[in-house]
Nanobody, 117 residues
């Protein structure tokens, strides 16, 4: 069983920055795509950003140019740097470790990010 432990989110003013981290247990971190998702009240969970084992990144259109995903395989950790935050970025943010073969995907517990206007 993999555990994904996310850092604490927080309350930030519009235009501010916040950095999230997610530390994974286990020994296959470097072989698996990692991602950040978010879910706002009354909305479905959506992909924010993902990063493959080769470092290829994908971003939702709404965060391109503002958010940066990165990973440190030596520390089994994935990061999400969020800049120029907007009130519409307010959501619970989840870390996800993608499935690998028959091994299922795993999710973190979620962390609240609130952006005030």
């Amino acid at each position: 069983q993999v555990q994904l432990v996310e850092s604490e989110g927080g309350l930030v003013q519009a235009g501010g920055s916040l950095r999230l981290s997610c530390a994974a247990s286990g020994n296959i971190f470097s072989f698996v795509t990692m991602g950040w998702y978010r879910q706002a009240p009354g909305k479905e969970r959506e992909l924010v950003a993902s990063i493959t084992t080769a470092g290829t990144t994908t971003y939702a259109d709404s965060v391109k140019g503002r958010f940066t995903i990165s990973r440190d395989n030596a520390k089994n950790t994935v990061f999400l740097q969020m800049d120029s935050l907007k009130p519409e970025d307010t959501a619970v943010y989840f870390c996800k470790q993608d499935r690998l073969g028959v091994r299922p995907a795993y999710w973190g517990q979620g962390t609240q990010v609130t952006v005030s206007s």
